[in-house]
């Protein structure tokens, strides 16, 4: 991987804000970090004077965060956020920072569509392969910021009480009759669906570290196996199904092990919460994709430029290399046909 592009890359991003046009995530550091990492830096200086053209500027704070329970969730504090991560990333080890805010900031996963939770599972992906540097330091920060300020929990998640797998978890969730408007709205009809509180909590809890990373891994690759069957409803709402919890999966190694089985929880409840509000309640026939081999997968993802290709192919890797499953590997064709 060529370091280089991509902390210029960063530096480039960080005068940015984490959104634009009122709440649209920035994807730029996500998708550029996915790019090097899959031997495309050539594309990347290309790819982000375009992206960069969208962006906004960094905003800036309003005043210190003093009492951070009474901050957190708040956009408006944005740029407050921000500052006070930049500060704990210069002046304590990075796992020390992550392992401190992971449990306060893991029950508002759906943080922007869940881009909070994704962008921090790349930045820590870079810090943990790639080692420590000013520029990926950096991303943390404003990775956990943008997680603060738009902290937002998903309705009745909470610890796993069920004894299904990820496929039948994933095969018995509701969805909203009224599948219109924004995530924000879409999640707040979740209450409504009675048979929702048991739907949330059904995944069989991990008893142990290892069981916690057999069942992410198997709900990103039953996950991206549905969005075969369910993508063609919402083909960009639909990616985080399986982003979220790759995000989640890649950041395990750096937390304490007894946050495991709660991330697990919380990465199920956002797959759980995207699905049951943006896929419809019938899946359509898996398109006939032409399967080609996993660089290639990548390859076409990044010719094809948009972010949500780019980090679909990115997660569906992950999937392939850990169960086999070659049929995942077309799930970012299709997205690609989408989108």
């Known amino acids: ?88 990333v210069r002046e304590r ?36 392969t790639d080692g420590v540097n000013p520029e990926r330091l950096a991303e943390l920060g404003q990775a956990l910021g943008y997680w603060a300020a738009r902290w937002q929990p998903v309705p009745g998640a909470g610890p796993l009480t069920g004894r299904s797998d990820a496929a039948a978890a994933l095969a018995g969730l509701p969805r909203i009759p009224e599948q219109t408007g924004g995530i924000r709205e879409r999640l707040g009809r979740l209450p409504d669906l009675a048979d929702w509180p048991g739907a949330v909590t059904a995944l069989r809890p991990p008893g142990d570290p290892a069981e916690a990373e057999r069942t992410l891994t198997e709900l990103v690759h039953r996950a991206s196996l549905d969005y075969l069957r369910f993508g063609h409803a919402n083909p960009v709402m639909l990616v985080h199904a399986v982003t979220a919890p790759t995000a989640v999966l890649r950041t395990l190694p750096a937390l304490d092990p007894a946050l495991w089985a709660p991330s697990v929880a919380a990465a ?72």
């Open 268 to 339: 199920w409840s956002a797959t759980a919460a995207v699905t049951s509000v943006y896929a419809p309640p019938t899946p359509a026939a898996p398109p006939a994709v032409t399967p080609v081999g996993p660089a290639e997968v990548f390859a076409r993802a990044a010719r094809h430029g948009d972010a949500h290709v780019v980090k679909l192919a990115d997660a569906v890797l992950d999937a392939h290399a850990a169960t086999g499953d070659a049929e995942v590997l077309t799930a970012p064709g299709y997205a690609g046909q989408l989108i």
């Open 93 to 128: 080890p990075w796992r020390e920072v992550l392992g401190s805010w992971w449990p306060r900031l893991l029950p508002g996963i759906a943080a922007g569509a869940t881009h909070g939770v994704i962008r921090v599972g790349h930045a820590v992906r870079a810090l943990r």
């Open 1 to 88: 991987m060529d370091d280089g592009i991509l902390d210029e890359a960063y530096q480039r991003l960080h005068r940015t804000g984490p959104e634009f046009e009122g709440w649209l995530s920035n994807h730029g550091p996500m998708a550029v970090e996915a790019m090097v990492r899959h031997g495309h830096g050539a594309r990347v200086k290309r790819w982000l004077d375009d992206y960069l053209r969208q962006l906004d500027e960094r905003p800036r704070g309003l005043r210190p965060i003093d009492d951070w329970r009474d901050a957190l969730g708040d956009p408006k504090r944005a740029g407050d956020w921000l500052a006070h991560f930049d500060r704990e």
